[in-house]
């Protein structure tokens, strides 16, 4: 069975691991968010947060994420600095026996959202990502330079009428949503921050940045392999280029690639459903089958693909992601391989009490709380069938001396 955990932010995040664990999970997700991107995770940190958490009877079963300082993105600057800083906060979480270690490489924003409280018909709030709304921020608040060759004909008409139609609070909600930054985002942005970070991947494409990434694990997947350590890559969120930036882990393909350039047994990945569900063509159940054993971690959440480029998060049971087929195939996976995957109900819909409360984007605890519900109830309806139609298969299978009579 999966090993069923939730994300937790630290000891300022409204859900507190006296929450999580009433929840019903075993596990926790979290990071040292509290230090700054590029810098050394010390022992004595990590030790820290280790037994506050186990103080809450749970156990730190995933690191999400170690960042990956965009000067390793870029390959520039202090680079060997990085690198050397990126390797020793490894041996530090591996003395601490933490040894799945989530990261992204995705270039200056991490996943990104155009509205945080889209209205769902029974009144909760969901995640909604707008490739028009992204439009309109980047060709007229924003101004980004060349954005209009990012957009067909169409798109940049609908853009602009739409950007005259928004009052001036309209246009700065927009702003903020997309870049000020969501829950375990490395960044927050203004504007014009937003341009120069923008300008550093001018000379970019996708090539070398793919490129680059296979050098950044090339340095650390030899010492991940001492270590013990899985190092698991999460997909793009939204898995497509933005804003003139290239995306390199959006597809199979893409991921496939990245193994054969990097075999090294550390390097691993974090199943996004919702992330690779967001795209038609990728193949949900078959990459488990596919690459299952890479998978160190799992994200299980659904989204609703919309026309024109849009998606929102949608229950954990509906939507596109097709959760029944997915949860039988990681099912499958670990029956194969005899192993127990970690898995976290990705984002939730703010719900019910929630809606009164402070909360994070995604992170309110009964959306999750509810989709976790759903999502062990699946697998373990999943476990029950398939140990009923093997025990009633054996019962039924002719002996030796029938067959021979």
């Given at each position: 069975m999966m090993i069923e955990t939730m994300r937790w932010f630290g000891p300022s995040d409204p859900v507190t691991l006296r929450d999580i664990r009433q929840a019903g999970a075993t596990?926790?997700?979290?990071?040292?968010?509290?230090?700054?991107?590029?810098?050394?995770w010390h022992t004595d940190a990590i030790a820290a947060r280790k037994a506050e958490i186990a103080g809450a009877g749970l156990d730190w079963s995933v690191v999400e994420s170690l960042p990956v300082h965009e000067g390793i993105k870029t390959r520039s600057g202090d680079w060997d600095a990085l690198i050397d800083h990126y390797r020793q906060s490894l041996r530090n979480l591996a003395a601490c026996d933490i040894r799945t270690i989530t990261y992204n490489f995705m270039p200056v924003l991490d996943w990104t959202r155009t509205d945080l409280g889209w209205a769902m018909p029974d009144g909760a709030l969901a995640l909604r990502f707008e490739l028009e709304a992204a439009a309109v921020y980047d060709l007229h608040i924003l101004r980004r330079e060349g954005a209009e060759r990012s957009y067909d004909a169409a798109m940049l008409d609908r853009a602009a009428r739409r950007f005259h139609a928004m009052d001036d609070d309209q246009r700065r909600h927009l702003e903020r949503t997309v870049i000020a930054g969501l829950?375990?985002?490395?960044?927050?942005?203004?504007?014009?921050?937003?341009?120069?970070?923008?300008?550093?991947?001018?000379?970019?494409?996708?090539?070398?940045?793919?490129?680059?990434?296979?050098?950044?694990?090339?340095?650390?997947?030899?010492?991940?392999?001492?270590l013990g350590i899985q190092l698991v890559v999460h997909p793009d969120d939204p898995p497509f280029?933005?804003?003139?930036?290239?995306?390199?882990?959006?597809?199979?393909?893409?991921?496939?690639?990245?193994?054969?350039?990097?075999?090294?047994?550390?390097?691993?990945?974090?199943?996004?459903?919702?992330?690779?569900?967001?795209?038609?063509?990728?193949?949900?159940?078959?990459?488990?089958?596919?690459?299952g054993s890479r998978i160190g971690?799992?994200?299980?959440?659904?989204?609703?693909?919309?026309?024109?480029?849009?998606?929102?998060?949608?229950?954990?049971?509906?939507?596109?992601?097709?959760?029944?087929?997915?949860?039988?195939?990681?099912?499958?996976?670990?029956?194969?391989?005899?192993?127990?995957?970690?898995?976290?109900?990705d984002h939730g819909h703010q719900m019910l009490d929630d809606l009164s409360k402070r909360t994070l984007p995604g992170y309110s605890l009964i959306g999750r709380m509810r989709g976790l519900a759903e999502l062990r109830g699946l697998e373990r309806g999943i476990a029950h069938a398939t140990a009923t139609h093997a025990t009633a298969a054996r019962a039924t299978a002719p002996t030796r001396a029938t067959v021979a009579a």
């Open positions: 596990g926790i997700v979290t990071a040292l968010h509290e230090i700054a991107n590029g810098e050394i829950p375990g985002s490395e960044e927050a942005f203004t504007s014009d921050q937003f341009r120069q970070a923008l300008a550093e991947y001018d000379a970019i494409d996708a090539d070398t940045l793919r490129a680059n990434h296979v050098a950044f694990l090339e340095a650390v997947c030899p010492l991940a392999d001492e280029p933005l804003f003139g930036l290239p995306r390199v882990v959006s597809t199979e393909d893409d991921v496939a690639t990245l193994f054969r350039r990097v075999p090294n047994r550390s390097n691993g990945l974090c199943f996004c459903a919702g992330s690779f569900g967001a795209r038609a063509d990728n193949d949900l159940p078959g990459m488990i089958d596919r690459l971690f799992l994200h299980l959440r659904s989204v609703q693909r919309e026309p024109g480029g849009a998606f929102h998060e949608a229950p954990h049971l509906e939507g596109d992601a097709g959760m029944v087929s997915l949860v039988a195939a990681i099912h499958d996976l670990q029956t194969r391989e005899g192993r127990s995957i970690p898995m976290r109900p």
